[in-house]
């Protein structure tokens, strides 16, 4: 049944993801080319300080709930109305943060502004966050997924529509995406009423401090990772200048864009893992299956970014954003790592070494940071992608080692998993770069995805099995999740 609830969430979460990573490369693309590369810089580095300020809005409270509710789903309304008492103390405190951030750094009076129409964004986006929270607990991803779809659609209609009339300003686009937020602050709220009732939407402090105790871990976890996301981009803009944010900018959207696949498998993996928290055996099967999956993803994905990158960018962005080929090349490898870890930190918290991946995290981002200040000035954008790919590898290898400490996984039992995995991403490349100066790139895709699928098949790295697995799963009766009393 548990692998039944993980199929079915991991399937509604990424049909949305997907759906919703189109829209938003697309507008970003769009975007992009309307704005330049100077005011892209400045939308991207406003966008990413309001990412790290949202943090302490959260404090780490939206992983605690998840895995509580998981655990116990009785308790969703007590979990939603004490996460919404503490956002009535974390939220001030992070616009306080938000208005002096620009005066610490001396931000000029146009990304001053920004910042302060991100924190409309900051503020939806920590609520929506925590009431989805609530129903991933319970193990149901299919408003979460519909909300996010409908969110990035009202935001790309919003955004377009201000290209067309011609008042596509970065402070009507940072409208556009407070509008987004704002639906999925509506949406997700109505559904908590709906499942559990008006008392769950009622701020409480009924658990006292213990919910920001356990909460501790997550929120400097989450600390961490924001900051060795976006200190490059900080990094950058003091070392380079605004325009050098807006070029690396196009690499690391083309590069996340692809995020959503293991952010997905994960929103439903988490809550998996730790109702089987006390099961070694079940959670290394899950957890080898969870690997599957993402080397599956990852490694297509970044074989054919790298020998396509410079058709995508020449094809996509104008002729001002041909800085980001080299760097988009050599930034998407970090993918790799990126979805191998995901697994491996979703069951170090799920089994309760939050702390672990806390500091795994906290080493990461000091290392990151450092990296950044060394190689950006030597190399540029290039000291960037370098730094984030070093980073993420000492990452994933961490929590390797970790992660054996609870469950008896072996390097071999992975390379088992994932050998043709790979041997087929290594051929689909090298057909994709003897084929592609004779045709063009868009019949050079489904070409190197047949050489990637057969060569899965002839190596037996997917087999009927799974075929099996998923018909299962599409005439499987919805999960059910129970309510708390006060629905």
Not at 118 to 140: C, E, K, P
Not at 388 to 399: D, E, K, N, P
Request: glycine share 8%.
């Amino acid at each position: 049944m548990a692998e039944a609830h993980l199929a079915k969430n991991t399937i509604y979460f990424t049909l949305a993801s997907i759906a919703q990573k189109v829209i938003s490369l697309a507008y970003f693309t769009v975007i992009a080319n309307v704005i330049g590369v100077d005011d892209n810089g400045a939308y991207f580095l406003a966008l990413g300080i309001a990412t790290i300020l949202a943090v302490f809005e959260d404090v780490g409270l939206t992983s605690v709930t998840i895995r509580e509710v998981a655990k116990h789903p009785e308790d969703a309304a007590k979990w939603s109305r004490v996460m919404l008492g503490w956002k009535l103390v974390s939220i001030p405190l992070s616009i306080l943060l938000a208005i002096c951030v620009p005066l610490i750094f001396g931000y000029d009076a146009e990304l001053t502004t920004l910042i302060h129409l991100a924190i409309f964004i900051m503020i939806a986006d920590t609520l929506s966050l925590s009431l989805y929270g609530v129903l991933r607990g319970l193990q149901n991803l299919r408003y979460e997924s519909l909300g996010i779809f409908v969110g990035q659609s009202i935001t790309t209609i919003l955004g377009i529509t201000f290209v067309f009339l011609g008042i596509a300003t970065l402070p009507m686009l940072m409208v556009a995406l407070i509008v987004g937020s704002t639906w999925n602050v509506v949406f997700s709220g109505i559904q908590i009423l709906r499942r559990l009732g008006w008392s769950a939407l009622k701020p409480s402090f009924e658990l006292g401090f213990t919910p920001l105790k356990a909460a501790f871990a997550f929120f400097l976890a989450a600390i961490f990772s924001k900051l060795y996301a976006y200190a490059d981009s900080l990094i950058l803009h003091e070392v380079l200048g605004t325009g050098a944010v807006g070029l690396y900018a196009v690499a690391n959207k083309f590069t996340y864009a692809f995020q959503f696949l293991p952010l997905a498998f994960v929103a439903a993996l988490y809550p998996t893992m730790s109702s089987q928290a006390h099961n070694p055996q079940e959670l290394k099967r899950i957890l080898l299956q969870g690997l599957w999956y993402m080397a599956l993803m990852a490694f297509p994905i970044v074989g054919g970014i790298f020998a396509l990158a410079p058709e995508i960018i020449g094809t996509f962005m104008s002729a001002d954003y041909l800085g980001s080929i080299l760097p988009l090349q050599i930034l998407i490898f970090v993918l790799i790592f990126l979805f191998l870890d995901y697994p491996l930190g979703s069951l170090l918290n799920a089994t309760g070494h939050q702390y672990t991946q806390m500091t795994i995290m906290g080493i990461v981002m000091v290392l990151n940071i450092l990296l950044n200040l060394v190689l950006i000035p030597l190399f540029g954008l290039l000291g960037a992608c370098i730094a984030a790919l070093i980073s993420f590898f000492v990452m994933f290898a961490s929590g390797w080692m970790m992660v054996r400490r609870i469950v008896p996984l072996g390097i071999l039992d992975f390379i088992k998993a994932t050998w043709g995995i790979v041997l087929g991403a290594i051929l689909m490349v090298a057909i994709v770069l003897l084929v592609k100066p004779y045709m063009h790139f868009a019949f050079v895709i489904p070409l190197g995805a047949c050489v990637y699928g057969l060569t899965l098949l002839c190596t037996k790295m997917i087999t009927t099995a799974h075929w099996q697995s998923f018909r299962a799963l599409i005439h499987r009766k919805p999960y059910v999740t129970p309510l708390s009393p006060d629905a």
